[in-house]
Structures are given as C-alpha cells and as structure tokens.
C-alpha cells in the first residue's frame, strides 16, 4: 500500500512539472477562476450578513452556493491550511507504518501553537493527524511534511528544506486538482509566510476534500482525544473549534469540524461544517474576530440548517 501510494503521488508530481513547463497550467488556474466567479455570482439571503471580511457558505452536495463574501480575495490562511497538509498526509503517508520523529519537530515557530510531540517519539499517521488537527500542532505539520516529501522523493535522507519544498508543491497540486481558483501553501503549519495565501472559496472546496477522508473526518467532529502514541507518551488534546463545545453558547448541534487559525496576518479564522440529515453544508469565515469566528459560522451555519429543514418540510420530507 505504501510503495502504491509512492509511486502515483510521484506520477501526479511529475505531471504537475511536465504541466507547468508545458504552460497549461495558468490556463488550468484561470479556468478554475471562471468556475469559480459563476458558482459566486448569487444575491445573498435578505438579512444574512457576518463581520468577517472574507466569507462562504457552501452546500458540499452540489458545490452551489448559499452566501458569500469577498470570496475570491486573496488573504493569509493561517492554521486552516492544516487541511490541506492533513489530505496531503494521508495521501503520502501509511497509516500503519510506524514513524520515528526527528529534528523537524523543531522546525515551527517559538510562538506558534504546538501538540508536544519531541524528537525520537515513535508515532502513528493517526496520532500526527490528531495533533495537528485538534489542538493545531505545528510541530506535527512539519513531521508530517519532512516524512511526506521524503516518501514523495523516495529518498529519506533528503534535507528537510528539500522534503518540505516537494510536500508543499504536492499540497499545491491538490488544491488546483480540486478547483481551487486563488491559492498558494508555503508553509505546512499556515504561519504567516510571503507568498501564502488563499481565499474564502477554496477553503470550503479544501474543507469539502477533506471530509473526504474517513480519518480526517473521524478527528475533527471530536472536541478532545486522548491518544497513546507507539513509544508510550500519552497526549490528551482539545479541540480549537468552540462549535463544538456542549452547553456554551457557540455550541452547533450538527457541527462535524473542521479548523480554526490565527495569525498577525490572517486574523481569527474558521471553516466549519454541518451534516443534516444526508445534507452537508461547509462555512468559512477569514480576517474575523476572536469570538467572531465562532458567532459568524453558527449565523451561517444555522441559516444553511433551517434553509434545508424548511426545503425538506416543503418537498414532504420530514
């Protein structure tokens, strides 16, 4: 499975380099902003606004949709690009290959938020996920990206600079692959870095891809874990998302994620999601406030809810 998982991740890289010599990939690029500014040319609900600068809510089925804000505008992306380093991850990595962590782990910012992970751990894809995913390890985003880019290489004493760059190209290809009309990763973990940056739309088609994956999906609907990694340290992690917390007032009762971030740059971010019944319903709110975040993505998210139960009464579907 893994030396699989090697070999088309390298045959996607190199058609990406093949694509990007031979010059149809700013075609590709602008063709996915075309896409993009039709999904967004809607009127918004009557009533329906939110403090962020930059917003979507997005029906997951049918790709339409529901509100947005400033959508395409290019801004810092923060913790949230942990998403698209987790599809990444589990598109690179074996899940029950066993990894021993080296210096990488110290490859993220004094003051960047961290799961605890230290050099010569022993840990499953899994634990990784989680730590970066809950509590929004950064240490754990460049474990995951040295131990990716050196599986993408198949070489694993490439340097990290190395193994990062060709993690991060990868990531890069997923989101064009998936439609994404205004992005560019830089750095695993979303620290604010030149040239990093995303917009409201393609982190709910991110948000989408990564509900995709059971793994993904199974961590980010917990509001805490707590995980025994192989070499016998046990992590107890909560979860940033407030949307998930029972008995507080942020608290969304069909909430399934997905990632908070903060920066300097990118301000308070969050892009949550909701499953109703069969329906799934993805929000994002960028450059917001700190309880803004949260109060913006429950307005949204609970329009999107009512706007389907009142759908379903209508059709008769109770």
């Known amino acids: 499975m893994k030396e699989m998982k090697k070999i088309l991740a390298r045959l996607l890289l190199a058609v990406m380099i093949v694509t990007t010599v031979t010059s149809p990939l700013n075609t590709f690029a602008a063709s996915n902003k075309e896409v993009a500014k039709e999904a967004l040319a809607i009127e918004n609900p009557e009533g329906l606004s ?3 600068d930059y917003s979507i809510l997005m029906d997951v089925d049918t790709g339409s949709v529901l509100y947005q804000k400033s959508a395409l505008k290019k801004t810092p992306s923060a913790s949230t690009s942990k998403l698209i380093t987790a599809i990444a991850a589990c598109e690179l990595l074996d899940e029950d290959e066993t990894m021993k962590i080296g210096s990488e782990v110290n490859r993220a910012a004094w003051d960047a938020s961290k799961a605890g992970f230290k050099k010569g751990q022993k ?3 899994e634990h990784l996920l989680t730590g970066l995913l809950l ?3 950064c240490d754990a985003a460049y474990i995951l990206a040295v131990k990716g880019g050196r599986s993408l290489a198949g070489d694993e004493i490439i340097s990290q600079k190395k193994a990062i760059k060709k993690f991060m190209a990868y990531c890069n290809k997923i989101a064009k692959d998936i439609g994404c009309a205004n992005s560019n990763f830089v750095t695993p973990d979303g620290y604010d870095a030149t040239n990093h940056y995303t917009c409201a739309y393609d982190m709910a088609l991110i948000g989408k891809k990564a509900l995709a994956y059971p793994m993904i999906a199974d961590i980010v609907k917990k509001n805490y874990a707590k995980v025994k990694i192989v070499s016998g340290k046990t992590f107890t992690w909560y979860n940033t998302n407030a ?8 608290y969304v009762k069909d909430c399934i994620g997905l990632k908070t971030g903060t920066t300097g740059k990118a301000g308070k971010c969050l892009v949550a999601a909701v499953t109703v019944y069969d329906k799934t319903y993805i929000s994002v709110v960028l450059h917001d406030t700190k309880s ?3 109060t913006d993505s429950k307005k ?3 329009y999107a809810i009512d706007t389907y139960l009142t759908s379903s009464t209508s059709d008769g579907v109770e």
Do not use: E, I, M
């Open 123 to 125: 840990v499953k894809l």
């Open 300 to 302: 949204l998210l609970t």
């Open 243 to 250: 949307l998930l917390y029972r008995n507080t007032a942020n």
């Open 50 to 52: 939110v403090a962020a």
């Open 292 to 294: 803004g975040r949260f």
């Open 135 to 137: 509590p929004s390890g």
